[in-house]
């Protein structure tokens, strides 16, 4: 019987996210504008991006289902770069082909699939939305260097990352908790030097990705080559 009750706390946590990323995904599809066609490039890249970083992963080491994805990295890059509606839309696509297409030739399931691709959007709109409360609202356009507003810009991607960093690992220990049955404190401080250097390096990585695409949105385009290229090197989810 316990067993049972995990299974429908996670199945209910599960319900809790797809709910979530739903109503994510209705706010952005009633809020998306169009941009003109050549700009339709940009919106396949950030998808693309976020499709590799689903699938690229690496397992945490021991017995701890926990895996590092590329993600949190590729959603901090997508909302520097696009407008919130957009992010939120590019996540759903990219995440989900991504994951029904592997999980076609795996044995990772369509809970698994519907589960983190719903974290996914979710963050998705947590970072969009970060991004927009500190008066940031990427366009289709390059930014100026000289911009007066830089600090405001440091600070509303740093909180953006945090958040994006946060609710993943909530959203993970919650899951492996419920999965599992282990204490929440014992999974929180399973390997956690190896996951904090691990969100450093995405932070640092996805702010310097972040610079170089807010001066050409061409560069996403580079950006992606150079993360199939990374990510070939670490097992797919």
């Known amino acids: 019987m316990p067993i049972q009750r995990e299974k429908w706390?996670?199945?209910l946590f599960t319900s809790i996210l797809f709910a979530s990323a739903l109503a994510c995904l209705v706010w952005?599809?009633?809020?998306?504008?169009?941009?003109?066609?050549y700009y339709s490039v940009y919106l396949f890249m950030g998808a693309a991006?976020?499709?590799?970083?689903?699938?690229?992963?690496?397992p945490l080491p021991q017995r701890v289902p926990i895996r590092i994805t590329l993600t949190p990295t590729a959603c901090l890059v997508c909302a520097s770069a696009l407008p919130v509606p957009w992010v939120v839309l590019c996540t759903a696509v990219g995440v989900s082909v991504a994951r029904l297409v592997v999980s076609r030739s795996r044995s990772?399931?369509?809970?698994?699939?519907i589960h983190n691709?719903?974290?996914?959007?979710?963050?998705a709109a947590a970072a969009g939305s970060v991004m927009y409360?500190?008066?940031l609202q990427p366009g289709f356009s390059e930014a100026d260097v000289g911009d007066p507003n830089l600090v405001r810009h440091m600070i509303a991607f740093l909180t953006a990352a945090v958040a994006v960093l946060a609710l993943e690992e909530l959203v993970t220990i919650t899951t492996v908790r419920l999965a599992t049955g282990r204490p929440f404190l014992l999974v929180?401080?399973?390997?956690?030097?190896t996951r904090l250097i691990v969100a450093v390096g995405e932070i640092v990585t996805a702010g310097l990705v972040a610079v170089v695409t807010g001066l050409d949105l061409r560069a996403l385009i580079q950006i992606l080559n150079c993360q199939v290229v990374s990510g070939s090197s670490v097992s797919p989810v």
């Not at 991006?49 to 690496?58: D, F, N, P």
């Not at 691709?117 to 963050?123: H, L, N, Q, R």
């Not at 929180?188 to 030097?193: K, T």
């Open 28 to 37: 952005a599809v009633t809020h998306a504008g169009q941009p003109a066609l």
């Open 108 to 113: 990772s399931g369509l809970h698994k699939t």
């Open 133 to 135: 409360s500190f008066g």
């Open 117 to 123: 691709s719903s974290m996914d959007v979710v963050t």
């Open 188 to 193: 929180l401080r399973h390997l956690w030097r």
């Open 49 to 58: 991006l976020m499709a590799v970083g689903a699938i690229c992963s690496a």
């Open 9 to 11: 706390a996670l199945g």
